[in-house]
Structures are given as structure tokens and as C-alpha cells.
């Protein structure tokens, strides 16, 4: 052990130090994000400068509304140390139900967003009950959400599809228009964003969810209402996906039963490229969302450089394997850190 | 004596299997019997890994891509004319090597395996297509295909060669999960990390072989599912991780580690099967097989749970009222 002539600094000083420390970490997180997106938008643009045009900024926003959303609420639940597998399902029965409430009608588009947040909220509400209440595993119980739902929808189904000529044109237009040049959608998916970055950061509920995340038994000890938390928590990821569901059908009017089938897995790897520890108890919304949009970014551009899109899934998979890795290392080297200046 | 969840399943297997013997016709007979255990072979096949990957409190999520992986080699080198004496190596090597990938950012790197196994679930299924992109390569000889197929089946019995192999394989896993000491070091490890390496269990090596194992066994199972199909696609037994993990846990196997039997687990495996089985033989639509299954798995979990807090509030009140 070495030993240092420094004289100790005093130890409120430390302690904030420390603290600059573990945040200018994790705001490096979402910063090398930013980074990584950046360089990989201008390295296409170089490329192929229509990447960059009118539409082809429409569609990358547009891709990447729904999976940010998809992020936003499976980032609520990955923090609590909980899992939600069914976000996939929920947004395909989600869809599929909006558009079958729609198709030859006239309602409003309210009306079908609404109806997309009770279904999922409903779904939410199910899987939540099983993980707070029953006490079973979350990867189990929404694994078996995730057929039930499924198998719910393709039942109801039959195979049908709702095409676009029989959705109400205010609908389509939720999807397809623009208010001072930016979609609707990604607008949305930012207020989103911004609403549930807000009451994570901010509110006592929010930052209690973090606490659960952390260290479950020590939430408990301190009175934090766990089970209502976690309900909450895959209430709202439910509802978020439900959501989703009906703005996928705003978006694609085309609607089959196996739409968002598989989704699950990408939602994940989002949520932990941008930070979010599945073990829990770390990460921001913000940074969800960020790796979202690298990853939707990664098979756009890869579409515009004619890369076959086969490499995207190897790409995305290597890229969620470096980034928890740096994230590892980081940690272990910044938990060494620290534990040298509490030792000074 | 408590009831124990395996035992359970186990018993609703049976009841299972001798309902189908008296309501469904054809049921019985040797060929639907090779078809029904064949047609879940490869899932069966990766359970056993599995099985011990979760009782060490692990989980291995990039099986079916590994699967994937192994077909698409299978199949991109049949294409380019090797031999398939020569492929079937070369490909276990590749599984070997995938699940070194693994087990060395589990252990060495220290990250959990499920966010490991999500990364390379995407990143094997994603070198599949690399491999093979979208063809299909179908010009597998019957030499071959003979092994995999369930017309083909072990002289005298109803047993294809692929569930003969899994019988083998899984008399094996049982006998090393539940009589030796590397077994005990599995429950060890799922039980507790911190005092299984304190015990002087070697933890890291013993993950490593897990990893290990699973990405061989995946791979195998992709050459079974190549030559069963006679079809190498980068797609193949895609979603399979998630049927696997169900089977597993439906057989009473804890996804947090250290309980869990090798029996229980082949009752889960082979009631799916059945249940698939019998529900397809009654034309029941296959989105009602896929809410059964969803319904199992909950079913599964929330029974124990449900026993156990009955028995703890009659306990409560027994205390009480003497």
C-alpha cells in the first residue's frame, strides 16, 4: 500500500467530491451515448448525405418513437429490480384492440388512446398483482403474461387483419402529421419522457423505486411501501405499452396479431445499452431512451449504407455486451476509488 | 411428508398422459407417441443444461440463437461441400466457443448472465444471418436426416434417436446434479454465492462449465433441429430460449437458484410436449396451446407460493386459538 504525504482534505469536501464523482460517472454514461449516436449520425450522413434530409430525419424519429416509449416504462420496472417480458404482447393485443374498436367508425383519436392505456394498464395491473402480491419471480410470471396475452390476442384475431382504409383518417393523421415540422409521435414520446424522468428524479415515490431497486430488505426496513411501488411501477409500464400499441396503429394502420412479437428482448437491450442495471437501482430514463434511439439509429443507418441488415441483431447484441462491460469495469474501478479516499 | 412440486408435476404429467389414453384417438399409437416426444427434442435437449444453469442461480438466454447459429453453419457448409463428418465438429466447436463467451463475462467480467445472455442472444441469432442470411439450405442427404426424423425410431421402441440421446443425457444431468459433488456445489452456488466460494467451492470454473455445456448442448440441438426440418435457416427455433426457460421452471426448478430437481424438469419438458400433443390430436387452436402454456408457467410458480402462505396462516391460527 503506498502511502500518500497529501494532507486530508476536510471531509465534507471528500464527500462531495465523491459524489461529483458518482454523478460525472453516470452523466458520462448518457453522454458517451449521446456521443456514440452523434458519431454514428454524422459518419452516415458523410456517407450518404440523404440520411440527413427532411424525411430521412422524420423517419429516424419516427422509428424510434415507439421503442422509446416501450423503454420509458420497462426502465420504471428494471429499476425496482423487476422485469416486464410482456411489453411485446401487451402492444400487439393493444394494437390490435384499438383498431378493432376503430375500423369503420368514426371516433375520436382520444378515444382510441385511451382505450390502448386501459388495455395495457389492465394487463399491467395483472402481472403487477402476481410479482407484489403472489411474491413470484418477475421473469417467470411475465414470461407466462407474455403467452397468455399473446395467445389471447391471436385468438381473437383468427388471423385477421385491420388494414388501413378502415381506420379513421383523424387516427392516421396522429401518425403521420407534424406540428412545426416534428411527428407527433416522437413529441409525444419525449413528453413522456420528460413527465416520468421528472417524477423519478423529483417525487418521494420516485426516488422510492430506486431505494427498492437498490436494496429491497433495506426499502422495507425503511418503510417504503414495496408491493404498492412495484404495482405502480408495472401499472404504469403496462399502461405505456398499451399506449404504444394504440400509436402503432396511429403510425402503421396495418395491424396483424404478431405485431411488436419479440419486442421484449429489444425493449431489454435498450434499457441496459442506456444504463439502467437489470440488477436494479440505477439508471435514468433519459438514458433509456438514448439507447433506444442508438439502436433503432443502428438499423436505419445500416439501411442507408445497404449494409445488409443481417449484421443489425449482431451489431446490437456486441454493442449491449460493450456497453454493460464498460459499465462494469467502470464501476469496479470507481468503487475502488472511492474506497481509497474513505480510506485516507 | 410436504408435497414437492416436481412430484407434482410429475403426477399431473400422468394424469395427462393416460387422459389422452382414453379420450383421444391415435394418441397411443407408436407413431404419434415418435412424433409428439420428437417434436420437441431439441427443447428437451437444451432444458438439461438449463435446468443446472438456473439451480446454480444463472440463466442462459442465447440458447435458441445458439441453435440458429449452429443451423445456419450447419447448412452454409453443407452448402460449400464439406463433408458432415467434418461439420459436425466444427460446429460443436463454435457452440464450445459461445458458451465460453459467456461463461467469461459472467465470471471474469462479473456482469449478470441475464443481461449477458440477452446481448448474445441478439449477437448469435444476428451472426446466423450473417452466415446464411435468408436461404434456406434444404439438400440434406436421408443418410443424415434418417438420425433425426421420427420415422426413424430405436429397434422395438416408440424412442427416435434424438430422445433416446436426451434419456441418456438427461440419467446423466440427474446423476450429477443429485449424487455428486459437483451437484452439491450447484445448489451451493444457487444458494448462496458468497458462502459457496467461502467453502472453498470453485465457483468461476464451475460457471465457466456451465456456460460451456449449454453453448455444446445448443449447438448439438441445432444439427438435430437442421436434419429433423431437413431446413438450415438462420431463423430456426427462434423464441425457443423462452420455451426452454418454461419447461424448466414449470418443473419446479427456482429461477433464484439452489432448488430445483432434473426430474422435475424432464416432467415439464415432456408435459408440454404431451399437453402440445394432445391439444393439436383435439384441434384445439395452437392459441390456446400458446395461453396454456402461459397459464402452466404462472400456475406453476404461484401454487407453491399459495400452499406455502395457506399452510403458514393455518399454523397462525392453530397458535392462536390453543
New interface residues.
Given amino acids: 500500500m503506498t502511502v500518500t504525504v497529501e494532507k486530508p482534505a476536510p471531509a465534507p469536501d471528500t464527500e462531495r467530491s465523491a459524489r461529483s464523482l458518482v454523478d460525472a460517472v453516470f452523466r458520462a454514461r448518457e453522454i458517451s451515448i449521446a456521443g456514440a449516436l452523434v458519431l454514428l449520425v454524422l459518419f452516415t450522413w458523410v456517407a450518404e448525405p440523404r440520411f440527413l434530409n427532411d424525411q430521412g430525419i422524420k423517419d429516424l424519429l419516427l422509428n424510434a418513437a415507439i421503442l422509446v416509449l416501450l423503454a420509458v416504462g420497462q426502465s420504471v420496472v428494471v429499476i425496482t429490480r423487476n422485469i416486464d417480458l410482456s411489453v411485446g404482447s401487451v402492444v400487439g393485443l393493444s394494437a390490435f384492440a384499438c383498431g378493432k374498436f376503430v375500423s369503420g367508425t368514426d371516433h375520436g383519436v382520444l378515444t382510441v388512446l385511451l382505450l390502448g392505456v386501459a388495455v395495457g394498464a389492465v394487463c399491467g395491473l395483472v402481472s403487477g398483482s402476481l410479482v407484489s402480491f403472489g411474491k413470484v419471480p418477475a421473469l417467470v410470471v411475465t414470461l407466462g403474461m407474455l403467452y397468455i396475452i399473446q395467445g389471447l390476442d391471436y385468438w381473437w384475431a383468427q388471423g385477421e387483419q385491420i388494414n388501413a382504409a378502415d381506420v379513421p383518417q383523424s387516427v392516421l393523421d396522429l401518425g403521420s402529421g407534424s406540428v412545426l415540422g416534428l411527428p407527433y409521435l416522437p413529441l409525444i414520446s419525449v413528453l413522456v419522457l420528460a413527465g416520468t424522468a421528472y417524477v423519478l428524479r423529483t417525487y418521494r415515490s420516485g426516488r422510492e423505486l430506486y431505494a427498492i431497486g437498490s436494496s429491497p430488505e433495506a426499502a422495507r426496513l425503511a418503510g417504503v411501501p414495496i408491493r404498492r411501488r412495484v404495482l405502480a411501477a408495472y401499472l404504469f409500464s403496462g399502461a405505456v405499452s398499451g399506449f404504444a400499441g394504440a400509436l402503432w396503429l396511429a403510425r402503421f394502420g396495418t395491424v396483424v396479431a404478431d405485431n411488436a412479437h419479440g419486442w421484449e428482448l429489444t425493449v431489454v437491450s435498450a434499457v441496459v445499452v442506456g444504463g439502467v442495471a437489470i440488477v436494479g437501482g440505477t439508471g435514468t430514463v433519459w438514458g433509456a431512451a438514448l439507447g433506444a434511439l442508438l439502436l433503432t439509429t443502428i438499423g436505419s443507418a445500416l439501411a442507408v449504407l445497404k449494409v445488409d441488415s443481417f449484421w443489425a441483431d449482431a451489431i446490437a447484441g456486441a454493442l449491449l455486451l460493450a456497453a454493460i462491460s464498460v459499465d462494469r469495469i467502470v464501476n469496479v474501478r470507481m468503487t475502488r476509488a472511492l474506497r481509497k479516499r474513505s480510506a485516507r | 411428508m410436504k408435497p414437492r412440486w416436481d412430484t407434482a408435476v410429475g403426477v399431473l404429467l400422468v394424469a395427462v398422459f393416460v387422459t389422452g389414453l382414453g379420450t383421444t384417438d391415435g394418441f397411443a399409437s407408436r407413431d404419434n407417441l415418435a412424433f409428439a416426444f420428437n417434436d420437441i427434442a431439441e427443447v428437451a435437449l437444451m432444458a438439461l443444461p438449463m435446468t443446472l444453469l438456473v439451480v446454480a442461480g444463472q440463466?442462459d438466454?442465447s440458447v435458441a440463437s445458439m441453435l440458429g447459429l449452429s443451423s445456419a453453419l450447419t447448412g452454409e457448409l453443407w452448402d460449400k461441400g464439406w463433408a458432415f463428418e467434418t461439420i459436425v465438429p466444427v460446429v460443436l466447436l463454435v457452440g464450445v466457443a459461445g458458451g465460453l463467451l459467456n461463461g467469461w463475462?459472467v465470471t471474469r467480467?462479473?456482469?449478470?448472465s441475464?443481461?449477458?445472455t440477452?446481448?448474445?442472444?441478439?449477437?448469435?441469432?444476428?451472426?446466423a444471418?450473417?452466415v446464411l442470411?435468408?436461404n434456406a439450405i434444404t439438400d440434406f442427404p436421408e443418410t443424415y436426416a434418417k438420425w433425426a426424423v421420427d420415422t426413424t425410431t430405436v429397434p422395438g421402441t416408440f424412442l427416435t434417436y434424438p430422445v433416446a440421446l436426451f434419456i441418456v443425457l438427461a440419467v446423466i444431468a440427474a446423476v450429477v446434479l443429485h449424487s455428486t459433488g459437483l451437484g452439491r456445489s450447484l445448489f451451493a452456488i444457487g444458494a448462496q454465492e458468497d458462502a459457496a466460494y467461502f467453502a472453498g467451492i470453485r465457483v468461476k470454473r464451475i460457471k465457466l462449465l456451465l456456460f460451456v455445456v449449454a453453448g455444446l448442448v445448443s449447438a448439438f440441438a441445432g444439427v438435430v433441429f437442421t436434419l429433423r426440418y431437413g431446413s438450415a435457416r438462420?431463423d430456426n427455433g427462434?423464441?425457443f430460449e423462452?420455451l426452454v426457460?418454461?419447461a424448466v421452471?414449470l418443473g419446479g426448478v427456482d429461477?433464484?437458484g439452489g432448488k430445483g430437481t432434473v426430474f422435475g424438469a424432464v416432467a415439464g419438458v415432456l408435459l408440454i410436449g404431451v399437453l402440445k400433443n394432445l391439444l393439436t390430436l383435439n384441434d384445439v387452436?395452437?392459441?390456446?396451446?400458446?395461453?396454456?402454456?402461459?397459464?402452466?408457467?404462472?400456475a406453476?410458480?404461484?401454487t407453491p407460493?399459495?400452499i406455502t402462505t395457506v399452510s403458514a396462516w393455518r399454523h397462525r391460527r392453530a397458535a392462536t386459538t390453543s
Avoid: C, K, W
Fill in positions: 440463466v438466454l463475462l467480467v462479473g456482469l449478470p441475464l443481461a449477458v440477452i446481448g448474445t442472444l441478439a449477437l448469435y441469432r444476428g451472426l444471418s450473417v442470411g435468408s438462420a427462434q423464441g423462452m426457460i418454461a421452471l429461477f433464484d387452436a395452437n392459441e390456446v396451446q400458446v395461453i396454456v402454456t402461459g397459464l402452466l408457467l404462472v406453476s410458480v404461484l407460493r399459495m
